[in-house]
């Protein structure tokens, strides 16, 4: 599996050549079983093209379109680096959700496995492409894009941290819409920004 291959489209949306090339490299580190996996585990809480064989990597993709619309409004005031770098936390924010090795079912806690496999990854650590801020961003937005849900669902147990900037928000609300199981997506509609 060629996973930067399976991001190609994504990545092209991407205009500071820096914040491009980390998120090539962070994807790298991606586990495969993420390429594989559904977007849900049980199938209650994405719509049906995120299901089965692909899924996760289906709604990833339909969250980075969702962004790319998102930013053309003109409330948000985003730079093209704030785009690029929520860009690249989409990309990433799911990475790990079947955990490190794969896990028959997703993890509640899976947005601090990513920031933790991101923190502690010693090649990306050592490259250091994009300045601590930036980097910084990217894994803030991916520790908090499950917005108001922090709750761990059996304990109850806060676990999560609920997003507090407008790029937090921002990534969260893409992600939140592409959960949605009410709405579909045309992948074969060029994108771009």
Known sequence: MDKVKAFEPEINLIKNKLIKEFVINAIQTIPNHFFEAAASSTG???PAYTLGKGGLLRHTKAAV???VELSRLEWWHFSNDEVDLALGALILHDG???GEEYSKYSLAEHPTFATFALKNNGD???K???TEEQFQTIVD???THMGQWVEH???HEIILEKPKTPLQKFVHL???IASRKCLTMEFDVPLSR
Do not use: G, M, S, V
């Open 153 to 155: 669902p059996r304990t």
């Open 174 to 176: 893409a992600d939140y």
């Open 124 to 126: 990306l650590q050592q």
């Open 44 to 46: 209650k809480y994405h």
């Open 96 to 98: 790990w959700k079947y």
């Open 141 to 143: 937005c991916i520790e």
């Open 65 to 67: 379109r969702i962004a």
């Open 128 to 130: 250091r492409i994009i």
